[in-house]
């Protein structure tokens, strides 16, 4: 049995040519999940469909609200590895200055089970890479998403490739979802709204801007030299800080767009001046945007949340010496929103249930 999401329209195969967009828009614009829901397809071929292809790769296991109105989400994979996903609700349905505009949203997507580049805070990078995520796994999760919450077909969203895993790593699979999202038929996601986000896989940096696919591009940096990323960020001891910055300068990008960097602030280990000082340094020459992030501590975990007052001091130095510099509001801190607490808690669960 093939998976649908795994293909692009024109790639179902189905004569003549329309109905593969006729499907498509079945599934992606009115969020079918059974063929025979395809109403103006031919009964045979809905027949055909049933038994050539499976539309939906991975079950809800589950979905939990945070009081700020994001959601996570732990889905189940036909091998019973799990993912996740956050729903981050970025702006209400308002009216400004007498004109309706829509609420914003913003979906973080795993890209792998698990992830080998075993960055020293994160969660996820405890387990070491299970498996890379088929197309069909990672478009689905924005396609669940989307139903789930209710979110209009026409309805604008970002996309993120910010949660388990390391999207670079797993290169092919993540640039055909782009593709999926951003076709006309499906869910229409101009690649303009979706941001690609690496640990500095240089090489592959390389890679994806060759394809011009016309995505963003997010660096998870946290570190301004190199002995402090070794320690951090393993994966800096194949592409240090300056192979990735090379990579990055070379990475084509709409003019009106910023390259975004990633900064965590661990208490007491990255987070004062002298560090923010050599942030601008560093970035000097690159059209950048610094997003600062509170460290979310999870049990066990060697680092500590840093002070408001540090964060604030951090973000109004690098504003001051004209970078584009923000704090990013910590979202489902009561939902356990770092990145792989989801999926730990519930495997936490499991074993003391066993
Ligand atoms: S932070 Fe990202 S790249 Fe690093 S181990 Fe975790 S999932 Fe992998």
Do not use: W
Not at 107 to 124: A, H, M, N, R, W
Not at 160 to 189: Q, R
Not at 299 to 324: M, W
């Amino acid at each position: 049995m093939k998976e649908l999401l795994d293909f692009l329209p024109e790639e179902y195969g189905l004569s003549p040519k329309y109905l593969n967009n006729e499907l498509a828009k079945f599934v992606y614009q009115k969020y079918i999940d059974d063929f025979s829901d395809a109403t103006s397809l031919s009964k045979a071929l809905r027949e055909q469909l049933k038994s050539e292809f499976n539309i939906m790769p991975l079950s809800l296991k589950i979905a939990q609200t945070s009081i700020d109105g994001s959601i996570k989400f732990l889905f189940s994979l036909h091998d019973n590895h799990t993912i996740e996903s956050v729903l981050l609700p970025m702006k209400k349905e308002r009216i400004e200055n007498g004109i309706k505009k829509s609420a914003k949203y913003t979906i973080c997507i795993s890209s792998q089970v698990g992830c080998k580049s075993g960055c020293s805070f994160c969660l996820t990078g405890k387990s070491g890479l299970i498996r890379n995520l088929s197309t069909a796994e990672i478009v689905a999760q924005v396609l669940f998403i989307k139903k789930y919450a209710k979110i209009p077909y026409e309805q604008g969203i970002n996309i993120v490739f910010m949660g388990m895993g390391e999207p670079l790593d797993n290169l092919k699979a993540v640039s055909k979802a782009v593709k999926i999202f951003s076709h006309n038929d499906t869910l229409a996601i101009s690649p303009r709204r979706q941001t690609i986000s690496t640990s500095g896989l240089a090489k592959q940096i390389e890679e994806l801007g060759k394809m011009n696919l016309g995505v963003l591009l997010a660096i998870s940096l946290h570190a301004v030299n190199d002995t402090l990323r070794d320690e951090l960020m393993p994966i800096n001891k194949a592409y240090n800080i300056e192979s990735v910055l090379n990579a990055v300068r070379n990475f084509p990008i709409d003019a009106r767009k910023r390259v975004l960097f990633e900064y965590l602030c661990l208490g007491g280990i990255n987070d004062d001046l002298s560090h923010a000082k050599a942030l601008v340094k560093l970035l000097h020459g690159i059209k950048a945007k610094i997003n600062l992030i509170y460290f979310n501590p999870h049990e066990g975990s060697i680092y500590k949340r840093p002070s408001e007052e540090k964060v604030i001091a951090f973000r109004d130095y690098l504003q001051a010496h004209g970078q584009n510099a923000t704090i990013r509001q910590s979202k489902g801190l009561d939902i356990s929103a770092a990145c792989g607490q989801l999926r730990n808690n519930e495997d936490e669960n499991a074993k003391t249930s066993l």
